[in-house]
């Protein structure tokens, strides 16, 4: 299972801390190199790694849920428009995570078109499976086109590892005899209950990376992406993983732990000991906030105009400078989090209760 | 309950509600546990109606005869749960319109906007149904009309 890229030497001490503030500078208009004319207003979530090597960065874009052209250029518009964006960056950046969820549907036609748009970067790239790209075919095609996951490679002092959170779901098909589209279909609905608790590692990868971290220094950081979020946030919708209590034993004991995570379509933030989890943008379209369990350490992002398809969307930039970290939000618009309750994310839900969906309630194990 | 119970139990309390001459009233009986079954029934149906409307079913759309969306996208792509809806802060001045707005206003707004679908007339069975979803989606928030 999985697959080992190069080695690197062990760092020493590691110092952390965070803080999340507007970048000015980008606002006034001096503009990352390259997109400075694309409108962006950087945030940085910022997490100091003392001993890391050299400096480098690197991109993440995920959730793109590709349809045809010949159903919805929309989608197809976003992300043309954030691979370029990759691209213009050229060697600033090292490498691309992709994080799943290219496809809506997990079509042929939605991958391969992903795949043809993916070709503008040029740039080494590394991906994760989403649901939405898995349950038509099994990963079949998603395995061709991109590789199986997991895997973990170092780079410039930092272990990176890639898991698969997406397609080690209990059997909710068989017993319902569910054709493939229809399994696609259960599992393409965030708020659907007959696809149930899906999101989850393995026992077999959960393996896999405890042998995986083994020969890693304590010290030294890890950073770990998947698409669903290695912690509870929200279960009914999937924002979590569903064993990561057992993944976050494993992860424990290292001193520097970041969780880059997709599916969540937000800004969203958490620590949990010596980790860190960050959520990202999707290219596509943005989720709302969870009617519970969003952490008190997440900024909310600020209400979005439902008008605007290029609206609260958008990817993500992490960059080593020296011993520092940055994550930025690429997010195409003037501001990303809410200053004032009346335009926040979460602060609009303060009279807001739900129940989940009526019409597929049921078990199918 | 089957449209066909439900239509004979109204035709039945309907009738019982005429006096010769008189107007139709209610209330007029205590409520017994079959009746109020029926009327729970009559609800829910329609509520999952909604739900498969709001969730981009075809069967669903056909039977009503709308196209809610021509993108691929359905109203529960940005709304799981119904949430983000808040049904119980209409009516208000809906900021996208620039205009005083109802749930149905704001619906409609969603199906031709974002979805690029066709509007649907404001009593129409569908827009009762996806009202009727989305209202019991968030049943106990608290009302808050007109608030922003």
Same mark, same amino acid.
């Given at each position: 299972?999985?697959?080992?890229?190069?080695?690197?030497?062990?760092?020493?001490?590691?110092?952390?801390?965070?803080?999340?503030?507007?970048?000015?500078?980008?606002?006034?208009?001096?503009?990352?190199?390259?997109?400075?004319?694309?409108?962006?207003?950087?945030?940085?979530?910022?997490?100091?790694?003392?001993?890391?090597?050299?400096?480098?960065?690197?991109?993440?874009?995920?959730?793109?849920?590709?349809?045809?052209?010949?159903?919805?250029?929309?989608?197809?518009?976003?992300?043309?428009?954030?691979?370029?964006?990759?691209?213009?960056?050229?060697?600033?950046?090292?490498?691309?995570?992709?994080?799943?969820?290219?496809?809506?549907?997990?079509?042929?036609?939605?991958?391969?078109?992903?795949?043809?748009?993916?070709?503008?970067?040029?740039?080494k790239?590394?991906? !994760?499976p989403?649901?939405?790209?898995?349950?038509?075919?099994?990963g079949?095609?998603?395995?061709?086109?991109?590789?199986?996951?997991?895997?973990?490679?170092?780079?410039?002092?930092?272990?990176?590892?890639?898991l698969?959170?997406?397609?080690?779901?209990?059997?909710?098909?068989?017993?319902?005899?569910?054709?493939?589209?229809?399994?696609?279909?259960?599992?393409?609905?965030?708020?659907?209950?007959?696809?149930?608790?899906?999101?989850?590692?393995?026992?077999?990868?959960?393996?896999?990376?405890?042998?995986?971290?083994?020969?890693?220094?304590?010290?030294?950081?890890?950073?770990?992406?998947?698409?669903?979020?290695?912690?509870?946030?929200?279960?009914?919708?999937n924002?979590?993983?569903?064993?990561?209590?057992?993944?976050?034993?494993?992860?424990?004991?290292?001193?520097?732990?970041?969780?880059?995570?997709?599916?969540?379509?937000?800004?969203?933030?958490?620590?949990?000991?010596?980790?860190?989890?960050?959520?990202?943008?999707?290219?596509?379209w943005?989720?709302?906030?969870?009617?519970?369990?969003?952490?008190?350490?997440?900024?909310?992002? !600020?209400?979005?105009?439902?008008g605007?398809?290029?609206?609260?969307?958008g990817?993500?930039?992490?960059?080593?400078?020296?011993?520092?970290?940055d994550?930025?939000?690429?997010?195409?618009?003037?501001?990303?989090?809410?200053?004032?309750?009346?335009?926040?994310?979460?602060?609009?839900?303060?009279?807001?209760?739900?129940?989940?969906?009526?019409?597929?309630?049921?078990?199918?194990? | 309950m089957?449209?066909?119970?439900?239509?004979?139990l109204? =035709?039945?309390?309907?009738?019982?509600?005429?006096?010769?001459?008189?107007?139709?009233?209610?209330?007029?009986?205590?409520?017994?546990?079959?009746?109020?079954?029926?009327?729970?029934?009559?609800?829910?149906?329609? =509520?999952?109606?909604?739900?498969?409307?709001?969730?981009?079913?075809?069967?669903?759309?056909?039977?009503?005869?709308?196209?809610?969306?021509?993108?691929?996208?359905?109203?529960?792509?940005?709304?799981?749960?119904?949430?983000?809806?808040?049904?119980?802060?209409?009516?208000?001045?809906?900021?996208?319109?620039?205009?005083?707005?109802?749930?149905?206003?704001?619906?409609?707004?969603?199906?031709?906007?974002?979805?690029e679908?066709?509007?649907?007339?404001?009593?129409?069975?569908?827009?009762?149904?996806?009202?009727?979803?989305?209202?019991?989606?968030?049943?106990?928030?608290?009302?808050?009309?007109?608030?922003?």
């Open positions: 299972m999985g697959k080992e890229k190069e080695e690197s030497p062990q760092g020493a001490s590691v110092s952390l801390t965070r803080r999340t503030f507007l970048n000015k500078s980008l606002a006034a208009g001096a503009g990352v190199a390259g997109a400075g004319a694309l409108n962006f207003f950087d945030t940085f979530t910022t997490i100091g790694v003392a001993h890391a090597q050299q400096s480098f960065s690197f991109a993440w874009v995920s959730d793109t849920h590709l349809y045809p052209k010949t159903l919805n250029t929309r989608f197809v518009d976003k992300a043309t428009r954030a691979f370029k964006e990759v691209a213009a960056m050229g060697q600033k950046l090292d490498f691309m995570i992709f994080g799943g969820d290219l496809a809506q549907l997990g079509d042929p036609v939605e991958l391969q078109l992903g795949n043809d748009l993916l070709k503008e970067i040029k740039i790239k590394h991906f !994760i989403g649901e939405h790209d898995w349950y038509l075919d099994m079949a095609l998603w395995n061709k086109l991109f590789g199986a996951s997991p895997w973990r490679f170092d780079h410039k002092g930092v272990r990176f590892i890639g698969d959170t997406v397609g080690n779901a209990p059997d909710y098909w068989s017993a319902k005899k569910m054709s493939p589209k229809d399994r696609m279909g259960a599992m393409s609905a965030l708020d659907g209950s007959l696809a149930g608790p899906w999101a989850g590692i393995g026992h077999k990868q959960l393996q896999w990376l405890q042998t995986a971290v083994s020969d890693w220094s304590k010290a030294n950081p890890l950073i770990v992406f998947t698409h669903t979020p290695l912690w509870e946030c929200y279960a009914p919708w924002f979590w993983t569903r064993d990561w209590r057992e993944a976050q034993e494993i992860l424990q004991p290292f001193k520097n732990v970041t969780n880059i995570h997709g599916h969540v379509h937000q800004p969203l933030y958490n620590e949990m000991g010596n980790m860190r989890f960050i959520g990202q943008l999707a290219t596509s943005p989720w709302p906030y969870a009617p519970t369990g969003v952490p008190p350490l997440t900024k909310a992002m !600020i209400r979005v105009d439902p605007d398809p290029f609206d609260g969307v990817w993500g930039q992490i960059g080593w400078t020296g011993n520092r970290v994550h930025q939000y690429k997010m195409w618009r003037k501001q990303v989090y809410a200053t004032a309750e009346v335009d926040s994310g979460t602060g609009d839900n303060r009279n807001q209760v739900l129940q989940p969906r009526i019409a597929d309630r049921g078990w199918p194990y | 089957k449209k066909a119970n439900v239509l004979k109204g =035709v039945a309390a309907v009738a019982a509600l005429f006096v010769a001459g008189q107007p139709a009233v209610a209330h007029k009986e205590p409520h017994d546990a079959a009746t109020l079954k029926a009327f729970e029934e009559a609800f829910m149906e329609q =509520v999952i109606i909604g739900d498969n409307l709001f969730h981009g079913d075809p069967d669903a759309e056909k039977k009503m005869n709308v196209s809610l969306s021509k993108t691929g996208m359905a109203c529960a792509m940005c709304h799981p749960f119904a949430s983000d809806v808040h049904p119980h802060e209409f009516p208000k001045f809906q900021e996208q319109m620039s205009a005083f707005a109802t749930l149905r206003d704001m619906i409609n707004w969603c199906i031709e906007k974002p979805n679908g066709v509007k649907i007339d404001s009593d129409s069975p569908a827009m009762k149904a996806l009202e009727a979803y989305i209202y019991w989606s968030n049943k106990g928030s608290q009302l808050d009309p007109g608030r922003h």
